[in-house]
């Protein structure tokens, strides 16, 4: 089955500076990445997600990269803010199977 | 972006009793729905696939008998945790796919006394 890595576990970056968090995959049959944003005894929330014909997408801050080839998808966050401190997972897709990352602990320091 | 609701947010129960669980979508129709159960500062751990109609996809070490699922409409699941014990204690979290994206629920925290 399909298996999601996901580094670094725990990030901090000072607020302005941009935030980078990598994740790979291993089979070549998903086509669906998304990630999530968790906060503190909350759901997880949707930020972004990149579909395999597509190889970047942006959405004001937040932008995702695939490379299909390589199996590996990354979130960029730019000019980070404190309110993007939470707990990032990347996520894979195959038909209706789903597979997470183990979460990065973004803290994001004033 | 679609929207699911869980209830109750928090519950807590004593050892022995039986717990359910409600995820609704609320805005859209979900033919399947998926729960999760995730630990302190882990990832989420898929429990279950919910499939309105016909009986819920178990993912393996996960006992049917212990969390009973029912998808008895296109708009909720529901979770039974039965006989709870201590170690039954986590976040519990639905989720529902809206034209191809997954979102959601918010939560239960269970507290088994």
């Known amino acids: 089955g399909e298996n999601v890595e996901q580094h670094p576990s725990t990030l901090s970056v000072q607020e302005g500076d941009s935030a980078v968090i990598k994740c790979t995959y291993s089979?070549?049959?998903?086509?669906?990445f998304p990630w999530y944003k968790q906060e503190l005894g909350k759901g997880p929330q949707l930020i972004i997600d990149?579909?395999?014909?597509?190889g970047e997408k942006k959405d004001q801050r937040i932008a995702v990269t695939l490379n299909k080839t390589a199996k590996h998808f990354s979130l960029h966050i730019t000019e980070t803010q404190p309110e993007d401190s939470a707990v990032y997972f990347c996520?894979?897709?195959?038909?209706?199977?789903?597979?997470f990352g183990a979460g990065t602990r973004l803290t994001v320091k004033p | 972006g679609a929207v699911v609701s869980q209830h109750p947010s928090r519950v807590i129960c004593k050892s022995g009793t039986s717990v359910k669980i409600e995820c609704r979508s609320l805005?859209?129709?979900?033919?399947?729905m998926f729960w999760y159960r995730q630990f302190p500062k882990k990832s989420l751990m898929l429990m279950a696939t919910?499939?309105?109609?016909?009986?819920?996809?178990?993912e393996q070490g996960v006992e049917k008998d212990k969390f009973l699922i029912n998808h008895a409409s296109l708009t909720l699941s529901t979770l039974t945790v039965t006989s709870a014990h201590p170690e039954d204690s986590s976040f519990y979290i639905c989720?529902?796919?809206?034209?191809?994206?997954?979102?959601f629920g918010p939560g239960t925290r269970l507290t088994v006394l």
């Open positions: 089979d070549s049959a998903s086509n669906y």
């Open positions: 989720s529902a796919i809206s034209v191809d994206t997954q979102y």
């Open positions: 990149i579909r395999s014909n597509v």
């Open positions: 919910s499939n309105e109609g016909s009986k819920a996809t178990y």
């Open positions: 996520a894979a897709r195959r038909l209706d199977d789903m597979r």
């Open positions: 805005d859209f129709q979900a033919t399947t």
